[in-house]
């Protein structure tokens, strides 16, 4: 498990640490030869490390999201340079990471929209929500004593928690926030998006954030089934009942279309909005998380990491169409003392009552929402 004050990068053939107040080697003392050679050992493969560390447990405003996101910088140019700079200097900012995205999110000419809450149920504060998923409880006849609350409700959610160590996939009963079945991701992987896949069967799709792997599991069951090699970053992953396939985010401005019967990467686009404050050359919409297909409106929903906004984009021109603002549904009181880990993480569509539900990491509440305009 990662502490507040430290991120684990893992980076293939060799580890780093980055401590509050310690000089990590090849980091602090940034030359072009030391970079070289990190470049070297890394063979092109190093992954990205998320744009800020509340994702690995790293308190923001500390020293280490500064030093690691400046020296992740050092591995890339033009504009994922300059994005990583700019955010390199607001972590060490309480609260000027969260406005800045804020504030650049509305620097797009696009109608915001509201939002209301129709119910509220409670969610495992402890649970590190890094993907979410609604569904009708399949039909079988389990032994465990865990699943007899299924006998009220058939209403579930798949979720996936992240941190190495403490990630897991589980199935939880959606009135009562109740734990019903819950299946461990070993380290070193940290678990990310989730996607329930119904056809040809019941299969549900998780991704991993640094080692480049998948998991697939029955979607019954919840056994794991299969160890997919999965070559990118993993943040935010949906089923895409329209066209049958994957759509899966990496942090940037791109979405991956996955074939959902191979698990294949198959293409990728890039969300097209107005330039960004920080960033006027860039026309597209960065830090995409966690994602949610609509497939009534063919609409994909798209958290931005970091922010309380959910930015609305067409699937079929990849354009933005609109912004759902969701400031304050987070109360107060529910917040966490550990500055800004509380963020806004876990969307999940409910096409019987066409409402989201929606909850955040280490949230106490799990919310159903309308979009209002």
Not at 247 to 262: E, L, M, P
Not at 345 to 355: F, K, P, S, T
Request: glycine share 6%; hydrophobic share 40%.
């Amino acid at each position: 498990m990662l502490s507040d004050c430290s991120a684990f990068v893992v980076v293939p053939r060799f580890c780093y640490w980055l401590h509050v107040g310690a000089s990590p080697p090849g980091a602090l003392q940034s030359s072009r030869r030391r970079v070289a050679r990190l470049r070297e050992r890394s063979a092109g493969t190093l992954p990205w490390a998320r744009a800020t560390f509340c994702k690995a447990g790293c308190r923001i405003g500390s020293s280490s999201c500064s030093v690691l996101l400046r020296w992740k910088s050092c591995f890339l140019a033009g504009e994922e340079r300059s994005h990583l700079r700019q955010l390199g200097s607001l972590v060490q900012q309480p609260g000027a990471l969260r406005q800045h995205v804020s504030m650049s999110l509305f620097s797009t000419p696009a109608q915001v929209s509201s939002y209301e809450i129709i119910e509220s149920y409670p969610h495992d504060p402890s649970a590190f929500t890094q993907g979410l998923v609604y569904a009708k409880a399949p039909i079988h006849s389990p032994d465990e004593a865990e699943w007899t609350m299924l006998q009220t409700s058939t209403e579930v959610f798949y979720e996936s928690t992240g941190l190495v160590g403490e990630s897991s996939l589980r199935c939880v009963h959606k009135l009562s926030g109740k734990v019903l079945k819950c299946v461990q991701v070993p380290a070193p992987h940290f678990a990310e998006g989730l996607a329930l896949v119904p056809r040809p069967t019941r299969m549900l799709f998780q991704l991993t954030w640094l080692t480049r792997t998948a998991f697939l599991y029955d979607g019954v069951s919840l056994k794991q089934v299969r160890e997919i090699p999965y070559d990118l970053e993993g943040w935010g992953a949906t089923y895409d009942s329209n066209r049958h396939c994957i759509y899966t985010s990496n942090g940037t401005d791109r979405i991956h279309i996955v074939d959902a019967d191979t698990f294949e990467i198959l293409d990728q686009v890039r969300v097209r909005s107005s330039p960004y404050k920080f960033s006027r050359s860039c026309p597209t919409l960065w830090y995409l998380n966690d994602l949610e297909m609509i497939p009534d409106t063919d609409e994909l929903w798209c958290n931005v990491f970091f922010s309380d906004y959910v930015a609305v984009v067409d699937p079929a021109s990849w354009e933005l169409k609109r912004w759902i603002d969701l400031r304050g549904l987070l109360l107060p009181e529910h917040c966490l003392p550990c500055h800004e880990v509380d963020v806004l993480n876990g969307l999940a569509w409910d096409r019987n009552r066409q409402l989201m539900y929606v909850t955040g990491k280490r949230w106490p509440r799990m919310y159903a929402i309308r979009e209002r305009p």
